[in-house]
């Protein structure tokens, strides 16, 4: 009988599939959006900047009186400057801003899709993202894939770029090294591909040379043979 898949495998959520909940130290996540923010601006302090296991760039530590918060560090920020939140904070490094109250060309990370999410994208060591237009109800921003995406003028960003942009750029020289770093993140590390198996274990796996058998699959297929393209569209390249 085919062995049961790596996917259905994670789904049966054993132990070795599960996100080590003690070693993520903090929930990234901007304040809530209130009405001090909205229309006027609220003033925090950078406690403290540390490194968290499972995320690639350093986080800063932001208390707002007695609330603290916890936002990924841009650049050039240190412990004991103040931090601004609203829509009359100043334009400066760190500060959180509405995309509304930025000018055209503002350097932004930690983008929020909906008004009041917390920062969902451009939160990764060395991104960044720029606001190359706006209107009175959407601000076009280009990401660091050059994608280009509408927002509403009422989500946050925070001014800046994301420290540790130099981390990709070293090498990892050992193959422990790189699943060492992976298991922190609990994300299993390395992975087969399904066309380098056999075909007892994989659907795409056996034949004399790769990519022979179709990787397409119907929407209602079993669950051992859900793999590869399911219910694409179209596959191959694009016609123009």
Known sequence: MPKTLRQQRRGSQKPKYLAKSHRFKTKVN??????????????GKISDIFHDPSKSAPVMEVTFGTEKVYLPAPKNVFVGQEIECGSKARIG???VIP????PEGSVVCNLELRPGDGGRIVRSAGASARVTSKDEKAVIVKL???K??????SCRAMIGIISAGGKTKKPFVKAGKRFHVLQ????????VKGT?????DHPHGGGKRRNKKKK?????????????????????RRKK
């Open 144 to 146: 660091p894939s050059k």
């Open 30 to 43: 901007y304040r809530i959006y209130d009405s001090a923010e909205k229309t006027d601006k609220v003033t």
């Open 148 to 153: 280009v995406k509408i927002l509403s003028p």
């Open 184 to 191: 922190s993140k609990s994300k299993i590390w390395p992975i």
């Open 99 to 102: 995309l509304g109250f930025l």
């Open 93 to 95: 490094v760190g500060n």
């Open 196 to 200: 380098c198996m056999n075909p007892v």
């Open 216 to 236: 397409t699959v119907g929407r209602f297929a079993a669950p051992g043979q859900k793999v590869g393209s399911i219910a694409s569209k179209q596959t191959g």
